[in-house]
């Protein structure tokens, strides 16, 4: 499968990775394709905590290590995807091998999207190499969109193909247009997620987003994305749906 690993990258922490990388992913696996959410924020973790999903007898840092398989340290989230998850607490882990492990061909059937550090350090690039597609996510803020276009500078070098730009937060404190934005970082805008109150809520609630308020505001753009993605048709979902009332009505 091509473009089977997609990195979430931003320049700038805390402007939405790992919110995008958990709600993409069931999102696309609602398209009835094999995702795995793989955390490779090793310093500062994450992915668990957004998925509700806390003990972990083995994690990427054992995979990594070599000491344990890929398959080890693979978990099911109630929602259908699989996770990768790093340990809770921060550790000097050396990520040279997540190349290596993540073209393991058991892997291949699989869409694997990884939830990256933000930053250029060695952990970032090794995360870059591992990846053979690339979203770049970014706030409508100067100072994010300045540290966005360093990493797409330092992607475009090392050649991984790039999906697009999601700009997130889109209506908040917004700084710069949507045209200014894509021809500073030279990539097109795949989607637009807004500011949702249901993210927090959903964070609260301990479920994701396009779970817990499938129809929100940001749960829609995410879904919408995740159509675009895998080149599907996003009105795809509304006509399932009624396909599955009209299918209770007959019965
Ligand atoms: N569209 C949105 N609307 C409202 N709040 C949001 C939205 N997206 C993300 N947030 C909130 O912003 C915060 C940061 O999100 P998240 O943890 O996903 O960012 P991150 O880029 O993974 O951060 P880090 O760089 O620290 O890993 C969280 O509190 C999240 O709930
Ligand atoms: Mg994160």
Redesign the pocket.
């Known amino acids: 499968m091509e473009n089977n690993i997609i990195g979430i990258f931003?320049g700038k922490?805390?402007?939405?990775?790992?919110?995008?990388t958990v709600n993409l992913a069931i999102s696309m696996q609602r398209f009835n394709k094999n995702v795995i959410a793989v955390d490779t924020?090793l310093k500062?973790s994450?992915l668990g905590l957004?998925l509700n999903m806390y003990k972990f007898p083995v994690t990427i840092n054992e995979v990594l290590s070599s000491s344990k398989n890929i398959l080890d340290a693979l978990y099911i989230h109630p929602s259908g995807i699989r996770i990768v998850p790093a340990p809770v607490y921060a550790e000097d882990v050396d990520t040279s091998t997540l190349k290596e492990i993540l073209s393991n061909p058991v892997l291949s059937n699989n869409y694997v999207l990884l939830?990256s550090?933000?930053g250029l350090e060695k952990n970032t690039i090794d995360v870059i190499s591992a990846c053979n597609a690339a979203i770049i996510?970014t706030t409508p803020e100067i100072p994010a969109v300045a540290d966005a276009l360093k990493m797409v500078e330092k992607i475009k070098k090392m050649n991984v193909k790039m999906l697009g730009l999601v700009i997130?937060?889109s209506d908040h404190d917004s700084q710069l247009d949507d045209s200014e934005i894509e021809s500073t970082l030279g990539l097109n805008i795949i989607g637009k997620?807004?500011?949702?109150?249901n993210?927090?809520k959903s964070?609260s609630a301990k479920q994701p987003l396009v779970d817990y308020n499938p129809y929100s505001p940001?749960a829609i753009e995410i879904k919408k994305i995740a159509a675009r993605v895998l080149n599907e048709d996003y009105k795809t979902e509304r006509f399932l749906i009624l396909k599955r009332i009209f299918k209770g009505i007959k019965k």
């Open positions: 931003s922490g805390g402007v939405g990775k790992t919110t995008l924020d500062m994450s957004h939830d550090p933000p996510l997130n937060m997620i807004p500011f949702d109150k993210v927090k964070l940001a």
